[in-house]
């Protein structure tokens, strides 16, 4: 891979704006390189400030960073702290009337919450939670519409050191019942019917069907939220929200916590088909939030309006949702809806109707509202916006450009924002104020941040050339562990082949000569479908365990809205179907996947073969199948297939 020659041409350059660089936090290149080099000098002080600065603890550290035991690295592991205090509570004195939440609902009716209704809301889950026994240490799954309530919930979990998993609302009972039993939860909350672009989907029903599918003895309580008051099932584990909550009082006490204690785990794909329980601390992850609010959001909590679309069932909802805007005392919008419902010009409605200042969203987003009516944001006044960001998936030069200019108007700078699940928070992204910006380049490491690109035995590559992304200094806002599988997390993140103590971000980049870094994409079998991270083998297991299929075999073909779309190739257990007969079975393959994994994993494509390509030891050829995928030539010497009139067959694609 080390041999992959750039063909990016990309030479524009966004200096920050001069009214922008006078009001920003890290103001111009000097100051984003002074911080560096306070880093380089003296990492552990360096750390050891921000966390001081950014969190308030209930007991300082004086341990900084312990790497006795790595890669299981401690950070502040002597200091107590208590997250959920930290978004609420501090801000109470000086600013609980401010607006924490605004929340608009699919059908545009708003609901605002202040900070000190929002801590009155958490203090009653949290004491609600309390009741039915849920203690430190306990695990609770998350499983919600966008809602006020999820946030609630995530924030009642940490008051009390309760470990939440929040699990995408748009995944089904399966996916469910696995991360249920994988972190041996005691509760599950949920709510009736989830309610986008006009349609309800029953969560209650997936979560009862999910605890039908096997030992899900650990779950003593399911909780309700009632969003739509659609029919539900009701059994003696059943608790309403409402109910549960309503005699409770409106303050608790937090459980302060070593910065080490585990906040969350949140599920996501890799190589193998089980998803991985990426494990973040308390201390570090909160300090991840909030230090890149103010760094890469440039966060000014007395005058932002901020909105980050992503769902908190993915880590960007957790980190710019749930904690990272509250740590800082700001308002933020939570919006239930979808881009495209009731009209295209939704999103730019929001931003209008509430004023927002910064705006994050995904490449995939950007895409899809270009297509549908590139001219629509000047339909609405877009004048409060003074930032925009981007996230999930490499942002394409033109998409940058429209983002900038038509939504921005030229005047915002945009942040393209690279880090993973596994980060906690960003790790290469522009400092606005500071760092000029090229279309389709997330820029240059946070201060603190020792991101590189090497080969695959750690050695360097030339400007230029493709390689592994790592980071070669531990973090504080990195995972700390797979929950339940500490061997697979050496292995998948520090490799004997890196040395053991660099961590691997499974994407390849490469940095040009400004030393900018230019992400190209995974390097591991994880696809990234509409910004969402989803394991070939994971489809491969869903498909496979499908009656009638024998063999399958996922690979990705570039897509211009999804960034990728995913290509099944299917072996089936009697003959190769054809012509009307294939149309059916490809269809019927395609929704059981969604209702394996979920819609966002539905094959885009299913190609029908007498058996698969693959090498003398028995591996199946990707390279091949995703070049067939692209209807690329072949160039690859096939002399050695067993049959290599099957390629001819998996060219053919079920139309
Ligand atoms: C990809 C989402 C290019 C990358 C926060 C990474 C990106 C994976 C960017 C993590 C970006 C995320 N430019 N690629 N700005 N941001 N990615 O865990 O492949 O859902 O490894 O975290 O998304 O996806 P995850």
């Given amino acids: ?84 205090w930290n978004c609420l509570d501090r801000h109470l004195a000086a600013r609980g009337d401010r607006v924490a939440l605004i929340f608009e609902a699919d059908d ?22 309390k009741s039915i026994g849920v203690e430190k240490g306990d695990r609770v799954i998350i499983y919600m519409p966008m809602s006020i309530e999820a946030v609630v919930a995530m924030q009642a979990c940490a008051r009390i050191g309760a470990i939440h998993s929040v699990v995408f609302g748009g995944f089904s009972a399966k ?30 029903r997936a979560v009862d069907e999910s605890l039908t599918m096997g030992d899900t003895s650990s779950v003593e309580r399911v909780i309700v939220y009632r969003r739509s008051g659609g029919a539900v099932n009701w059994g003696a584990r059943d608790l309403w929200w409402h109910e549960l909550t309503q005699t409770q009082a409106e303050t608790c006490e937090p459980v302060w916590v070593s910065a080490e204690h585990p906040l969350f785990i949140l599920y996501t794909s890799g190589s193998t088909g089980k998803p991985k329980g990426v494990q973040h601390s308390s201390g570090g992850f909160l300090l991840g939030a909030a230090l890149s609010m103010h760094w890469v959001f440039d966060a000014k909590p007395d005058s932002d309006v901020f909105w980050c679309t992503a769902d908190v069932g ?23 809806g979808i881009p495209t419902f009731p009209h295209a010009g939704r999103f730019w409605e929001v931003i209008a109707k509430h004023g927002v200042t910064t705006f994050y969203t995904a490449p995939t987003a950007i895409r899809s509202l270009i297509k549908l009516g590139a001219d629509l944001p000047a339909q609405h006044d877009l004048s409060s916006l003074r930032l925009l960001g981007s996230v999930g998936e490499p942002i394409n030069p033109e998409a940058w450009m429209w983002y900038q200019q038509t939504v921005g108007g030229g005047r915002c700078p945009v942040v393209d924002t690279w880090w993973q699940t596994e980060t906690g928070a960003h790790m290469i992204a522009p400092l606005p104020g500071a760092v000029p910006t090229k279309p389709g380049s997330c820029t240059l490491p946070l201060p603190g941040i ?3 690109v090497t080969d695959e035995h750690g050695g360097p590559v030339a400007k230029g050339h493709g390689g592994y992304l790592v980071i070669k200094r531990p973090f504080p806002f990195q995972l700390r562990t797979l929950w339940g599988d500490p061997e697979r997390f050496k292995k998948t993140y520090f490799p004997q082949e890196l040395g053991g103590a660099t961590y ?49 075999a996922v690979v990705g073909r570039p897509h211009d809205i999804k960034g990728e779309a995913v290509v099944a190739y299917v072996v089936l257990k009697g003959t190769r179907p054809v012509g009307a007969e294939a149309k059916q079975v490809a269809a019927e393959l395609r929704e059981w996947v969604a209702r394996e994994i979920g819609p966002i994993a539905r094959p885009d494509e299913i190609r029908f073969g007498d058996n698969l390509p693959k090498t003398r030891s028995g591996k199946i050829m990707r390279r091949l199948l995703r070049a067939i995928a692209k209807g690329e030539e072949i160039a690859q010497d096939v002399s050695t297939l067993e049959n290599p009139a099957i390629l001819d067959q998996l060219k053919e694609a079920v139309k």
């Fill in 450 to 452: 020792m991101a590189d």
């Fill in 1 to 84: 891979m080390a041999a992959i020659k750039s063909i990016l041409t990309e030479t524009r350059v966004f200096p920050p704006a001069e009214a922008f660089v006078k009001q920003a936090n890290v103001s111009g290149m000097a100051a984003y390189e002074a911080l560096c080099r306070q880093a380089e000098t003296d990492y552990e002080g360096f750390w050891a400030d921000r966390a001081r600065q950014h969190i308030t603890w209930k007991t300082p550290f004086t341990h900084v960073l312990d790497d006795s035991n790595a890669p299981f690295y401690k950070w502040f592991d002597d200091g107590e702290l208590n997250v959920s």
């Fill in 314 to 336: 993915w880590v960007t909802g957790h980190t710019y949702v749930a904690y990272g805007p509250l740590a800082l005392g700001m308002t933020e919008v939570i919006f239930e």
């Fill in 175 to 204: 996916s469910l019942f696995e991360r249920i039993t994988d972190a041996q939860a005691k509760v599950v909350v949920t709510a009736d019917e989830s309610l986008r672009g006009g349609k309800a989907v029953p969560l209650k």
């Fill in 504 to 552: 691997l971000a499974g994407d390849s980049a490469h940095r040009d000569e400004d030393g900018y870094f230019w992400i190209m994409g995974r390097v591991d079998d994880v696809l990234n479908v509409s910004g969402h991270r989803l394991g070939t083998m994971e489809i491969e297991s869903a498909l496979v365990s499908n009656l009638r299929v024998a063999e399958a």
């Fill in 108 to 129: 545009g009716s708003v609901t605002k919450v202040t900070y000190t209704e929002l801590h009155a809301r958490v203090c009653q889950f949290a004491n609600g939670l």
